[in-house]
């Protein structure tokens, strides 16, 4: 048991060896049966997980998942579960995604998931918005911010907070004198 001063949590070997028993026990849920729903547009999966009785059909829309936003509806039908139902893999455009990453929201490289969700934010418009931006426009752009008053600056929290701008602080130069 490795016990320091800085942290009180001690945990023995024998509680860590059983922690990674558990997990080594608890199997990942799979899938029992993939297909393309094109209504939906949408890769279905039926989810099973051991000690849940029944199942569950997942559709993962196929836009959000990397690799098939091109794919025909013929290409995306073709696939195939590999890894004891862990995976789907479309052999054709030679793109896999794991069931378990699909399921925890993860569809595709980082890179991929951050361009995802990148386009999500930009994209949330709504009139009002739309209204304001026409109007500010207009208006020669966004308004500039204003002064705040020491009462504006209160925190419910904190109570009053006095601040002080750097300028004020620093010592100021005199005008440099013409020699």
């Avoid at 899938?31 to 059909?57: F, M, Q, T």
């Avoid at 361009?115 to 931006?133: D, E, I, V, Y």
Wanted: net charge positive.
């Amino acid at each position: 048991m490795t016990v320091s001063e800085d942290h009180p949590i001690t945990t023995s070997d024998a509680e860590i060896d059983a922690a990674i028993a558990r997990g080594q026990h608890t199997p990942a849920p799979y899938a029992e049966k993939v297909w393309y729903d094109a209504k939906r547009d949408a890769i279905v999966a039926r989810i099973l997980s051991v000690g849940v009785v029944g199942s569950v059909d997942v559709p993962f829309a196929r836009h959000r998942l990397q690799g098939l936003q091109d794919a025909t509806p013929e290409q995306l039908s073709q696939m195939e579960l590999e890894g004891g139902g862990t995976g789907i893999v479309w052999p054709t455009l030679d793109i896999a995604h794991y069931i378990p990453g699909l399921l925890a929201g993860v569809f595709g490289t980082a890179r991929w998931m951050a361009a995802l969700n990148g386009r999500r934010g930009g994209q949330s418009t709504t009139p009002a918005k739309a209204m304001a931006a026409r109007a500010n426009g207009a208006k020669g752009g966004r308004p500039a911010a204003r002064q705040r008053t020491a009462a504006s600056r209160r925190s419910p929290a904190r109570g009053y907070r006095k601040t002080v701008k750097k300028s004020a602080t620093r010592k100021r130069r005199s005008p440099s004198k013409p020699k």
